[in-house]
């Protein structure tokens, strides 16, 4: 049960509007203080700029203070600007539904809300009166004035409609939205006097105009527009005196010819309704374009640039009845993409199947459906957002294994031997690996400048990632000069230095071996292939993907790395399968691979076959490549001899 002594705020709550940007609830509670005691004074602000948004809310204890408030103060100058003042109404929906609210126009320049609010008033009690005003303060010639009741609105209606104002002619009305209104100019547009005519051209007189319309009724005006120069515009305007002789008139003269050009004779249309119906023509013509082509039209990018529509045209003719192939130039020079539309879209999809990653000239094709710009803005954001959750879900997960420490030292809670647990920053250098990136043995089987094509090596700098070397038997790390070597402990993905001779001790009396084998695939991230010693493990194919001499890739180490990054890890499994087929060209097709799509990486290092029939199509791009520069040097040496 509500308390009968507690205030009712909402009725004595009042709205004020109109506001200068640099008005404070300081300054409003010093003005509405002399009208009784206030409870709160909030002026509303942007969430983001803090700017106020020139109106406030003004709470009293007593309904009687904020009655007179808006009784004395309504109008009243706050800092040049009349406060307009009315009561808070938290339901929009009285304000919403339009009724008792008039619209006010023709108004003279010098009425403004106080006048206008003293005008109506008579006819009943005004919840809300406003005159629009322009950037410069002035009147726009146009205001509402909101009743209390539907009756009193009636009343004013038809007491002051037609009636003089400042010796202007004004029109009130009842308020109606923007889509009443449209749906009113509808109904009312089916009878017009006024006709609009263009296209005939810059010789036309005035009387021969008139003479054109006149057989078809009574003409109040007939104007042609011309320039400064007095030179006709190409269209004019005749006004009927009834709408059936102006109807007559559009379905006789629209599209007959007149010296050569065939005319417009329609129903004159005000800018925002012709903007409008041109809207909605635009809109409607796009979505059919868009259900017309839609599963049928391809989008192609990474475009050699010897390839035009014909050769693109030549290229997909095989999956179908190709209506349009089309490569995006500018300035006569492709921009790398193009779109080929099908007759079918089973067509269409079986293009994308078999000429995705393909190929043609010097680059592999990339081939999806063509997405519309909006479409593809709205796709390209939610990938955004789920790298960004995924990131972020990582970055927390690591915040959980590493916590907040010290610059001098990290806390590793699985470690056994506590002696190990810390080392000091200044007794681990800051090249932790000077060793090459792959053992000797396997670095004399690699050409020295292939694979720089795609990668270049600094061995004078620290590596951001440490790989499994096969020679080291026990998982540790080679020790570098300064005695410090990388090891793993327990959660068997995360490394740590070891001094020479402080090796932690194992736990409970079990030899290190024995604690390798019983954590068990899973929790070692870097498996070697074979360890001297120790029993061999497959690794499952559908897990792993395993190339001898590097780690074994998976999936999630894949998706947790950066792009740049992922290209670096597949780049280094592919390298070494390439360089067993072909060791002289191994650089160069492998940074020609690397251009395709992380997916059909993947799908050629599990799939041989795939890889052989990608690296055969490469061999024969470079091939051909090679006999062009063989020609065009024998070319240009011959035009040396001679």
């Known amino acids: 049960m509500a308390n009968p002594a507690q205030p009712n705020y909402p009725l004595a709550s009042l709205y004020v509007g109109d506001l200068d940007a640099d008005i404070t609830e300081a300054q409003l509670y010093e003005r509405f203080s002399a009208a009784g005691q206030v409870l709160s004074i909030r002026v509303c602000r942007d969430q983001i700029t803090k700017q106020s948004l020139g109106y406030a ?6 309904p009687a203070d904020a009655e007179r408030a808006l009784d004395t103060m309504n109008f009243d100058n706050l800092s040049g600007r009349p406060m307009r003042i009315m009561w808070s109404q938290r339901d929009p929906a009285l304000r919403k539904s339009g009724v008792g609210n008039v619209f006010i126009k023709n108004l003279d320049k010098s009425i403004d809300n ?10 009943g009690n005004i919840l809300s009166c406003k005159i629009m005003i322009d950037e ?3 009147s726009k010639g146009y205001g509402f004035v909101h009743f209390e009741t539907n009756e009193a609105a009636e009343q004013a209606i038809k007491q002051v409609n037609n009636m003089l104002l400042n010796d202007k002619k004004v029109f009130v009305g009842k308020f109606m939205s923007k889509s009443q209104r449209a749906e009113s100019n ?3 547009n089916k009878k017009f006097t006024n006709v609009y005519v263009k296209n005939f051209g810059d010789q036309m007189d005035d009387n021969v105009f008139r003479q054109m319309f006149e057989k078809y009724g009574e003409i109040t005006s007939a104007v042609v527009s011309r320039d400064h120069e007095g030179k006709a515009r190409g269209f004019g305007f005749v006004n009927y005196k009834e709408p059936e002789a102006a109807e007559s008139a559009v379905l006789e003269l629209h599209d007959t010819e007149l010296n050569g050009k065939k005319l417009f004779v329609g129903r004159f249309q005000k800018k925002a309704e012709r903007v409008s119906v041109l809207r909605k023509m635009h809109e409607e013509k796009k979505q059919e374009r868009n259900n017309r082509y839609m599963g049928i039209n391809l989008y192609i990018k990474n475009l050699d640039d010897t390839i035009d529509d014909e050769r693109l045209r030549k290229e997909f003719s095989s999956f179908g009845t190709i209506t349009s192939a089309k490569v995006m130039t500018e300035n006569g020079r492709s921009k790398g993409f193009g779109f080929v539309c099908f ?10 199947t078999d000429m995705n990653g393909r190929i043609v000239g010097s680059k592999p094709l990339y081939v999806a459906l063509a997405q519309r710009k909006e479409d593809r803005k709205n796709h390209l954001a939610s990938q955004y957002m789920q790298r960004l959750t995924t990131t972020r879900l990582q970055n927390q997960q690591l915040g959980q294994v590493f916590p907040p420490g010290g610059a001098s030292s990290i806390y590793l809670p699985t470690m056994q031997n506590p002696a190990a647990r810390f080392y000091p920053s200044a007794g681990f250098p800051a090249q932790v690996r000077p060793t ?4 000797g043995q396997a670095r004399a089987q690699v050409p020295g400048n292939t694979y720089q094509n795609y990668q270049m090596v600094n061995p004078g700098q620290p590596r951001a990632r440490l790989p499994f070397n096969p020679a080291n038997a026990g998982m540790v790390r080679p020790s570098n000069g300064n005695g410090v070597r990388m090891n793993y402990n327990q959660m068997g993905n995360m490394r740590m230095p070891v001094v020479n001779g402080s090796q932690p001790a194992p736990a409970q009396g079990q030899p290190q071996a024995n604690q390798m084998a019983q954590r068990g695939p899973q929790m070692t991230k870097y498996r070697p292939q074979q ?3 120790a029993p061999a493990q497959a690794a499952n194919p559908a897990q792993s993907i395993n190339v001898p001499g590097q780690e074994p890739l998976t999936s999630g180490m894949l998706a947790a790395a950066q792009p740049q990054e992922q290209k670096q890890m597949l780049g280094e499994r592919l390298y070494p399968l390439i360089h067993h087929m072909h060791p002289d060209w191994a650089g160069k097709i492998t940074g020609m691979l690397l251009e395709i799509d992380n997916a059909e990486l993947l799908h050629m290092l599990e799939s041989p076959d795939s890889l052989r029939a990608k690296v055969d199509e490469a061999v024969v791009v470079l091939q051909a490549h090679q006999v062009k520069q063989q020609q065009a040097a024998a070319a240009a040496q011959r035009q040396t001899e001679q």
Do not use: C, I
Not at 436 to 439: A, V
């Open 136 to 138: 410069n303060g002035g």
């Open 343 to 352: 007759s079918a879209p089973e067509e269409a999809t079986k293009a994308v």
């Open 57 to 62: 809310y003004v709470n009293f204890h007593q």
């Open 114 to 123: 106080k006048a206008l609010y003293d005008t109506f008033s008579t006819f």
């Open 531 to 533: 360890v001297p010693g």
């Open 186 to 188: 509808s109904m009312v």
């Open 436 to 439: 090459p990136r792959w053992s």
